[in-house]
């Protein structure tokens, strides 16, 4: 029954919107706008194929290592801003300038620095992601509770240990909001830096169906971004139950009474 629930949750919404899009399509058809049965038709003759390799892998891994070296530059170097409050003070301003800059418009920048190559649109992924991940791990560090940290230190917590055991848990909530955040930047940004001087991926594919007039074909790729964008939402609630299990229980406790 509890599965059963669930999986209303899961699909219920999903199939009235293609109930809704199956009948609004159902008179005259739309040249700009495919039924769900010729979309349907045309991603699997699109996607389940070569693509997969030749398209869809290569853009996934890129996006997969991008956003984990931002993360985890995101997270060391957060730790190291947070903790000191005078390089907090110093480096504020300029993480502000870097973070109002739009990556795209990095992106000829990268080319003539980084070269056109992988390594390019990996490091566009990494400008756009880190940001978030750097500053809410720098603002999470710095509302960590006084007494917590008073009481930390008489226990004689130090160095790595004390970052171990009292920053990062108690920071933690925040840099998970801040990973939620860099996934759908580096997805955005996944689809940019293949836009540019690119001869795979889907954002160079989505584009060549554009210009080619192949108006199912290119809202198949489109589905393609949505249900990878919808993976990596399954995965991150997945992988942040069991960080913040401990926070979760904290919050239901606290709601309870």
């Known amino acids: 029954m509890k599965f059963l629930k669930t999986l209303g949750y899961l699909l219920g919404l999903p199939i009235i919107l293609i109930a809704?899009?199956?009948?609004?399509?159902?008179?005259?058809?739309?040249?700009?706008?495919?039924?769900?049965?010729?979309l349907f038709e045309t991603f699997i003759e699109t996607w389940i194929g070569d693509r997969?390799?030749?398209?869809?892998?290569?853009?996934?891994?890129?996006?997969?290592?991008g956003l984990g070296i931002?993360?985890?530059l995101g997270i060391v170097l957060g730790l190291a801003v947070g903790l000191n409050?005078?390089?907090?003070?110093?480096?504020e301003p300029v993480f502000e300038f870097f973070r109002a800059l739009p990556p795209p418009v990095?992106?000829?920048?990268?080319?003539?620095?980084?070269?056109i190559n992988d390594g390019m649109k990996i490091a566009v992924i990494i400008f756009g992601c880190v940001w978030p991940v750097l500053l809410n791990t720098i603002e999470g560090v710095r509302s960590i509770d006084s007494v917590q940290t008073e009481t930390s230190k008489s226990y004689g917590?130090?160095?790595f240990n004390r970052i171990r055991y009292q920053v990062l848990p108690s920071s933690t909530p925040t840099i998970m909001a801040g990973i939620r955040q860099s996934l759908s930047i580096g997805l955005i940004l996944m689809v940019i830096s293949e836009m540019f001087a690119?001869?795979?991926?889907l954002g160079f594919t989505i584009v060549q169906f554009q210009r080619s007039f192949a108006v199912p074909e290119m809202w198949s790729g489109i589905v393609v971004l949505g249900l990878i964008g919808v993976a990596l939402s399954f995965i991150f609630q997945w992988c942040e139950r069991r960080v913040l299990r401990w926070y979760h229980g904290l919050k239901e406790v606290e709601n309870a009474v």
């Open 198 to 201: 690119s001869s795979s991926g």
């Open 70 to 72: 931002a993360i985890v």
């Open 157 to 159: 917590l130090s160095g």
């Open 52 to 65: 997969i390799l030749t398209d869809v892998l290569p853009s996934v891994m890129r996006l997969v290592i």
């Open 85 to 91: 409050r005078t390089v907090r003070a110093v480096t």
């Open 20 to 38: 809704w899009w199956w009948i609004a399509t159902s008179g005259e058809p739309n040249f700009f706008v495919p039924t769900p049965v010729q």
């Open 106 to 115: 990095l992106v000829p920048v990268l080319m003539l620095l980084v070269g």
